[in-house]
């Protein structure tokens, strides 16, 4: 799965106006769609997306698909290594090359309105690692970030039922925005038929394992851990508002917050530096 650019207008063209969206406004809906055809969730995203207006509350889709690969809209089809596998082939408009999805992996499908919340692609990429990593923590697993390649693989130094998977990537992201808001998300591997990864290179990584919680020693069940990531990316999104929130109300009365209220990704971004504009579609791993 992917990101993408955000527009300038997310960013307030007035420096002296401070627009922070209410509670009520950054709230989600989360939406148990159970088990759905890929193509079903993927035509509905895009209808939710081009529908929604200014007061559209943003929604958390959990799924759960048939057996699909799904190719990103710049992938290559030399990465699908048996073209005869029995599993369709979908072409779809994130970024990023090809994946997997099957029964037995949580998909969060994030549809949120950037612009209102002050998020950039990059702090919501961050904010979708950070919940995935607090929900493999749940359980007992470790999971950690790749500089270069979204999503969660399993730590290098991993140690007993997960050691010998050191490196393997168990969950995968990739987003798309449109008109400044985002859809598609994250898929985390929960206890599923690993054996399709097989034959791909999974995100165009040729011998790149992939993995799955059961695999790495965690008893959970589908319902529980779509819970519990959904509960976190819950969190995580009211505490990034929360931020920009005490930033604008300090922007009212300190004028030296006033540039961290109208750019809180650059308040936000490591050594103070504002990340760098990005074109396209974000990168899906």
Not at 39 to 47: I, L, P
Not at 124 to 131: G, H, R
Not at 132 to 139: H, M, Q, R
Not at 169 to 177: S, W
Request: aromatic share 4%; net charge negative.
């Amino acid at each position: 799965m992917c990101a993408t650019p955000v527009s300038s207008q997310q960013i307030p063209s007035d420096p002296g106006v401070v627009e922070v969206a209410s509670q009520e406004a950054t709230a989600v809906v989360v939406r148990w769609r159970g088990n759905e055809a890929y193509q079903t969730s993927f035509d509905a995203m895009r209808e939710f997306t081009a529908a929604r207006d200014a007061n559209t509350p943003d929604e958390i889709w959990l799924v759960e698909h048939p057996p699909v690969f799904t190719l990103g809209q710049a992938g290559k089809p030399e990465h699908l290594l048996v073209a005869d596998s029995g599993i369709p082939l979908v072409q779809i408009d994130r970024g990023g090359q090809i994946t997997y999805h099957g029964p037995g992996q949580v998909v969060a499908y994030l549809l949120l309105d950037l612009r209102r919340r002050k998020l950039m692609v990059r702090e919501l990429v961050t904010l979708i690692e950070s919940a995935v990593i607090e929900t493999l923590a749940a359980y007992n697993l470790a999971g950690e970030r790749k500089a270069g390649a979204p999503g969660i693989y399993v730590p290098q130094e991993a140690t007993g039922a997960s050691a010998p998977h050191a490196g393997a990537k168990v969950a995968a992201l990739g987003l798309k925005i449109r008109n400044g808001c985002s859809y598609h998300g994250v898929s985390l591997n929960v206890s599923m038929d690993l054996s399709p990864f097989l034959a791909i290179n999974p995100c165009g990584y040729a011998g790149l394992e992939t993995v799955d919680m059961a695999t790495l020693g965690a008893e959970a069940g589908w319902r529980d851990v779509a819970a519990t990531l959904a509960a976190r990316l819950e969190a995580n999104l009211a505490a990034h508002a929360a931020t920009i929130l005490s930033v604008a109300e300090a922007a009212a009365t300190d004028p030296s917050a006033e540039a961290a209220a109208v750019d809180p990704a650059a308040h936000a971004a490591p050594g103070g530096q504002p990340p760098q504009p990005q074109a396209g579609v974000a990168p899906a791993a």
